[in-house]
């Protein structure tokens, strides 16, 4: 099983940017399906982007509120999956987590919190204008 830790949340001011990181631990992580979460206070869990194990099932993932503006990638080397968070706007501030799940998941799932069985501890993003 891995282990999920994210970092590289803190304050920005609106239109800028931030790099998340979820480095993954005791397994590969490039053989899961790896989601980021975010959740504002009094609101859902809710995901934001996805990327799968196999190119051939899918490309990324975006919710239509920060399409054009964040960016999943993987960085297999160091084990981490990365989210580049451009423009960003005062909605955008909640706690971002990453999630993983081992293999690829039914697309149907991606949006379902309990698909995925590895969850990080969270990260603080916060935009001010």
């Known amino acids: 099983q891995v282990q999920l830790a994210e970092s590289g949340g803190g304050s920005v001011q609106v239109g800028g940017s931030l790099r998340l990181s979820c480095a993954g631990s005791?397994?590969?992580?490039?053989?899961?399906?790896v989601g980021w979460f975010r959740q504002a206070p009094g609101k859902e869990r809710e995901l934001i982007s996805c990327i799968t194990v196999r190119y051939g099932n899918g490309g990324p993932y975006y919710a239509d509120s920060v399409k054009g503006r964040f960016t999943i990638s993987r960085d297999n080397a160091k084990n981490t999956v990365l989210l580049q968070m451009n423009s960003l706007e005062a909605e955008d501030k909640a706690v971002y987590y990453c999630?993983?799940?081992?293999?690829?998941?039914?697309?149907?799932?991606?949006?379902?919190?309990?698909?995925?069985?590895?969850w990080g501890q969270g990260t603080q993003v916060t935009v001010s204008s």
């Open positions: 005791g397994d590969t992580l490039s053989s899961y399906h």
């Open positions: 999630a993983a799940v081992f293999e690829d998941i039914d697309p149907d799932w991606y949006h379902r919190p309990r698909a995925y069985d590895y």
